[in-house]
């Protein structure tokens, strides 16, 4: 079974220094990884996401996140935080579970602040 | 662009009324899901639907059904509001189910049972 543990529910950065969003999981096969972001009163946005090529995976507004299997993380990040970036962000792990389907299990959230 | 429309972006319902969610896709996605969202819980799988016609429960289908008739649009129902359903409700569709690609997601549908 998959599981995926984003550990701060809350991180809140100065504006233009970095972000750091941590994202464990745990997965019986190879995984696939994804982040999203959900700005207030919005849908879900795909940032970024691994599917098995390279471990370091970079994606929209600077974002980028590396995967290591060693110590199944895949944490996000981004050198200089903007006010825009405020938002939730949601770890999300796939995996084939038989039968050529795949079963999504997110996070439960990390909310970022950025102060001025 | 992929695009995903829930018809109702905030509603307020009574206990015991019934609640149609409304979500209509425009890329010939396979696959559409409904999700719930709360806070601290992150988002649960509530149905999902990998054709017309066809569903499967999700994480927690109790007090919900749904209905796909055309591939474009799929329905949640709350046959019988109650207060526990107060939440924001998440549409989103996928290519096919083998395709561990990204999720389109609509802009949701705070729902206020009363």
């Known amino acids: 079974a998959q599981s995926v543990t984003q550990l701060d529910s809350h991180v809140s950065v100065s504006e233009g220094t970095p972000v750091l969003l941590r994202c464990n999981y745990s997965?019986?096969?190879?995984?696939?990884l994804f982040w999203y972001v959900q700005h207030p009163n919005k849908g879900l946005q795909l940032l970024l996401k691994?599917?098995?090529?390279?471990?370091l995976v970079k994606g929209i507004n600077g974002f980028e996140a590396e995967f290591k299997k060693s110590e199944t993380s895949f944490h996000l990040t981004k050198p200089s935080a903007h006010m825009s970036d405020a938002a939730e962000y949601f770890c999300?792990?796939?995996?084939?579970?038989?039968?050529?389907?795949?079963?999504?299990?997110f996070g439960k959230g990390t909310k970022l602040s950025v102060i001025p | 662009d992929v695009k995903v429309t829930q018809s109702s972006r905030y509603l307020v319902k009574r206990t015991g009324e019934k609640v149609f969610l409304e979500c209509v896709q425009d890329?010939?996605?396979?696959?559409m899901f409904w999700y719930r969202q709360d806070p601290g819980l992150g988002l649960r799988l509530i149905y999902f639907?990998?054709?017309?016609?066809?569903?499967e429960k999700g994480d927690i289908p109790e007090g919900y059904s749904v209905s796909r008739e055309k591939k474009e649009r799929f329905s949640l129902i709350l046959e019988s509001a109650s207060t526990n359903q107060t939440s924001m409700y998440l549409c989103?569709?996928?290519?096919?189910?083998?395709?561990?690609?990204?999720?389109?997601f609509g802009e949701g549908s705070r729902l206020t049972v009363l």
């Open positions: 989103a569709s996928k290519r096919e189910e083998r395709y561990t690609g990204e999720l389109f």
């Open positions: 997965s019986s096969y190879s995984p696939s």
């Open positions: 691994y599917t098995s090529a390279a471990t």
């Open positions: 999300v792990v796939s995996e084939s579970s038989g039968a050529g389907s795949y079963q999504l299990t």
């Open positions: 890329m010939d996605h396979e696959n």
């Open positions: 639907s990998y054709d017309v016609k066809m569903k």
